[in-house]
């Protein structure tokens, strides 16, 4: 089981940007995947998740109108599109597989969350 997170790098506020998780060694629409966050001194953060069954997608408060999580099951890739980011979103981003398979559940809590891929940084800055 392998995420590889990418597509961060440093923007100014009010950009856009578009990280990837690529998955392999599992099929990726059987498990719900999410994406957390961490900046420096700070706990790491639930941001997006999609789930395994409907694709129904569930946000932090934080990000709500600016983040959107979809996936390409043919690309077995899940994305993240980040617009209108702020300082505040700087981190660096993970993505990560649900618990179980057609478990039907997800959410934002990371120990939920059984593998994970390394991070990639989002710098937004002027």
């Known amino acids: 089981v392998q995420l590889q997170a990418s597509g961060g790098g440093l923007v100014q506020p009010g950009g856009s940007l578009r990280l990837s998780c690529a998955a392999s060694?599992?099929?990726?629409?059987?498990?719900?995947i999410g994406w957390f966050r961490q900046a420096p001194g700070k706990e790491r953060e639930g941001v997006s998740c999609?789930?395994?069954?409907?694709?129904?997608?569930l946000y932090a408060d934080s990000v709500q109108g600016r983040f959107t999580i979809s996936r390409d099951n043919a690309k077995n890739t899940v994305y993240l599109q980040m617009n209108n980011l702020k300082p505040e979103d700087t981190a660096v981003y993970y993505c990560?597989?649900?618990?179980?398979?057609?478990?039907?559940?997800?959410?934002?809590?990371?120990?939920?969350?059984?593998?994970w891929g390394q991070g990639t940084q989002v710098t937004v800055s002027s």
């Open positions: 060694g599992f099929t990726l629409d059987h498990y719900a």
């Open positions: 999609i789930s395994d069954s409907d694709d129904s997608t």
């Open positions: 990560a597989r649900y618990r179980g398979e057609y478990t039907g559940s997800y959410g934002l809590i990371g120990a939920d969350f059984t593998s």
